[in-house]
């Protein structure tokens, strides 16, 4: 049974199909799948599945991205209240586009992910100012800064990731909160991460999902 529900799920996240795609699980509820095999069988294997295919067969396409994130986060957030027992918070974020930046896409990508993997997401929204990534961040006691930037000068400015960090230098936070950053720029340039004093880029909305989960880890450990 949990072998086809899986093949009929991810046959419709590849055919960017949301209608059927829904309709698999609501399916599945209905014949006795548990909520808790839904999320943790179904929807997070075909995240992983999706980034297998972007980093090894590159056969995905941003649509299938959008598809499978946005189906994502509406399935958790029909399943979670469902579940027996609360299922345990891996970590928080807080992400939004940079200062200028109004290009919300891949951050939509991104949230829908997240939600998926069990961790707790503050949208900030677009244009964000360097002060209030920090202090949303201090206020939902957040372990990772996600910022979005798809235009080189919004990445490189002086009120995107650079004045970020400089903040939480001032403040003493950098042991405790982390920066992801992602977006265009990043793909065309990998050492641009670096430059603007990340401590880790994602190359897209799938794979963000372990660049963030990786970076929770290493400020919880």
């Given at each position: 049974?949990?072998?086809?529900?899986?093949?009929?799920?991810?046959?419709?996240?590849f055919?960017?199909?949301?209608?059927?795609?829904?309709?698999?699980?609501?399916?599945?509820?209905?014949?006795?799948?548990?909520?808790?095999?839904?999320?943790?069988?179904?929807?997070?294997?075909?995240?992983?599945?999706?980034?297998?295919?972007?980093?090894?067969?590159?056969?995905?396409?941003?649509?299938?991205?959008?598809?499978?994130?946005?189906?994502?986060?509406?399935?958790?957030?029909?399943?979670?209240?469902?579940?027996?027992?609360?299922?345990?918070?891996?970590?928080?974020?807080?992400?939004?586009?940079?200062?200028?930046?109004?290009?919300?896409?891949?951050?939509?990508?991104?949230?829908?992910?997240?939600?998926?993997?069990?961790?707790?997401?503050?949208?900030l929204?677009?244009?964000?100012?360097?002060?209030?990534?920090?202090?949303?961040?201090?206020?939902?006691?957040a372990?990772?800064?996600?910022i979005?930037?798809?235009?080189?000068?919004?990445?490189?400015?002086?009120?995107?990731?650079?004045?970020?960090?400089?903040?939480?230098?001032?403040?003493?936070?950098?042991?405790?909160?982390?920066?992801?950053?992602?977006?265009?720029?990043?793909?065309?340039?990998?050492?641009?991460?670096?430059?603007?004093?990340?401590?880790?880029?994602?190359?897209?909305?799938?794979?963000?999902?372990?660049?963030?989960?990786?970076?929770?880890?290493?400020?919880?450990?």
């Open positions: 049974m949990l072998a086809q529900v899986i093949k009929a799920y991810n046959e419709a996240i055919d960017t199909d949301r209608d059927r795609a829904l309709a698999v699980v609501r399916q599945a509820v209905d014949s006795g799948v548990s909520p808790e095999d839904i999320i943790f069988k179904v929807v997070i294997p075909a995240i992983e599945l999706m980034i297998k295919s972007i980093s090894e067969n590159f056969d995905a396409n941003l649509a299938q991205h959008f598809m499978t994130s946005q189906i994502a986060a509406e399935v958790t957030e029909q399943m979670i209240p469902r579940f027996k027992k609360s299922p345990e918070i891996v970590g928080r974020v807080v992400i939004g586009n940079a200062s200028g930046d109004f290009h919300g896409l891949g951050k939509r990508i991104v949230i829908g992910c997240l939600k998926a993997l069990m961790i707790d997401v503050t949208d929204g677009l244009n964000v100012p360097p002060e209030r990534f920090v202090d949303e961040a201090i206020a939902h006691n372990e990772v800064i996600g979005s930037s798809m235009m080189v000068h919004t990445a490189r400015g002086e009120n995107g990731c650079l004045k970020v960090r400089q903040i939480l230098k001032e403040r003493n936070l950098e042991d405790t909160i982390k920066i992801a950053v992602g977006g265009a720029p990043y793909r065309f340039d990998h050492e641009l991460y670096k430059i603007v004093q990340a401590d880790a880029w994602a190359e897209n909305g799938i794979t963000a999902g372990k660049v963030i989960t990786d970076l929770i880890r290493e400020v919880r450990k």
